[in-house]
């Protein structure tokens, strides 16, 4: 019964650590040509340091069903350091990233997807997430 509390505790730990896409929102519209991810982190109780994040950009398919983003995530628009910062009026630290949709995209479905990768204090042990967002692709 201890394990699972154990268990249990270290998984509301690495849930709190977790990412959220700020911008775009689910169902929205966006253009090709740049636009801003904006990816949050939640404060937390416990430290983490911040590995690296991925933002990618997959079409769905025809029948407007989307891949399954352990399968693959389509154009890599960054990759690199993720140093979420507090703003003056907003209590959850981020940082905005201005990426380049392609033009291929115009007329379409896609999955926006950022992979976070972290370190949670408690050892470290690895925190690794996949967060997504459908959005509607228009020409700029």
């Known amino acids: 019964?201890?394990?699972v509390a154990v268990f249990a505790t270290l998984f509301a730990g690495a849930y709190a650590q977790g990412i959220n896409i700020g911008s775009?929102?689910?169902g929205s519209t966006i253009?090709?040509?740049d636009q801003t991810v904006q990816v949050r982190r939640p404060s937390t109780l416990t430290n983490s340091a911040e590995v690296a994040i991925v933002i990618s950009i997959e079409a769905c398919n025809a029948d407007g069903t989307c891949l399954d983003d352990t399968?693959?995530?389509g154009a890599t628009l960054y990759n690199g350091p993720y140093h979420p910062q507090r703003q003056s009026g907003n209590n959850e630290p981020y940082q905005n990233f201005t990426?380049?949709?392609p033009d291929s995209l115009a007329g379409q479905k896609?999955?926006?997807s950022v992979v976070h990768l972290s370190l949670a204090d408690s050892g470290p042990f690895p925190l690794?997430?996949?967060?997504?967002a459908t959005v509607h692709v228009d020409a700029n």
């Open 1 to 3: 019964m201890k394990l």
């Open 24 to 26: 775009p929102q689910e």
């Open 31 to 33: 253009t090709t040509g």
């Open 71 to 73: 399968e693959s995530l």
């Open 99 to 101: 990426v380049s949709i």
């Open 110 to 112: 896609a999955l926006l």
């Open 128 to 132: 690794f997430q996949i967060v997504n």
